[in-house]
């Protein structure tokens, strides 16, 4: 193994297929850029182009897998961030602030809708359809890259939004309530197994299979795109989820305190 470690890339509509070749992904790791407020974080499919968002801070970005990093944009409340696929298209969310759009890698950005409490964001695959949601607000969607915005749904408290890789199917968390949609948020469907305050979801590409998170309460999963779910594991202070694209392995953070 030389210094510089191994590529393996492949070709368009190719895969490449391991068994436990790697297993010791996330074993080790690096720290990169400097001590920051670091808010959230996200990536192209293949992993090479990154977007990173500091609260009171910039947006940062990487086409290096994270060894160099580069200050976007300008310092504002920042809270989310998507990116589509092919990392050439991003959205990034300012609590207090508007929603900016980037199809260049975040090179540049263009502030889109109004101001608001801006919550969560994300991103389908091509970066065309893309979902977000509004402390105090309302959800809002957006067919053409986030040029244009629909507001959807009512006045919640929103927490976090999640979308399938054609953006088709969505799951949003409130403070009081989860809802789905098949129909790329036009229509929503209250979901809510229990408890409250859901923090954080993430879906599997198809959107078949959804994580969701309570702070204060339990993880639910599901396997049916929300329609039911089961809780798993403690009642603790979850504050974030993560899944991989066939929905199999799941990640789940956990804060030191109430949300």
Not at 116 to 134: E, P, T
């Amino acid at each position: 193994l030389g210094a510089g470690g191994w590529k393996v890339a492949q070709n368009a509509g190719q895969s490449i297929m391991t068994g436990n070749v790697m297993g010791n992904i996330g074993a080790v790791w690096t720290p990169r850029d400097s001590v920051r407020q670091w808010y959230a974080v996200a990536s192209s499919a293949d992993g090479s182009k990154l977007v990173a968002a500091a609260y009171n801070g910039q947006l940062y970005t990487s086409t290096d897998s994270g060894g160099t990093w580069t200050p976007r944009e300008s310092a504002r409340v920042w809270f989310a961030v998507a990116s589509s696929a092919d990392g050439s298209k991003l959205a990034a969310a300012a609590y207090g602030g508007q929603l900016y759009t980037s199809i260049d890698s975040g090179v540049t950005w263009t502030a889109r809708d109004s101001a608001r409490n801006w919550h969560s964001v994300a991103s389908s695959s091509d970066g065309s359809k893309l979902v977000a949601a509004a402390w105090n607000g309302q959800l809002y969607t957006s067919v053409d890259s986030g040029v244009t915005w629909t507001p959807r749904d009512a006045v919640r408290y929103w927490l976090s939004v999640t979308s399938s890789a054609d953006g088709s199917k969505l799951v949003a968390g409130a403070q009081n309530g989860l809802f789905t949609s098949v129909d790329s948020g036009v229509t929503w469907v209250p979901r809510d197994p229990t408890g409250s305050y859901w923090v954080a979801v993430a879906s599997s590409a198809d959107g078949g299979k959804v994580v969701a998170a309570v702070n204060g309460g339990q993880l639910y999963t599901s396997t049916d795109s929300g329609v039911t779910w089961t809780a798993r594991d403690s009642v603790r202070y979850w504050s974030l989820v993560a899944s991989s694209a066939d929905g199999s392995k799941l990640v789940a953070g956990v804060a030191n305190r109430p949300l």
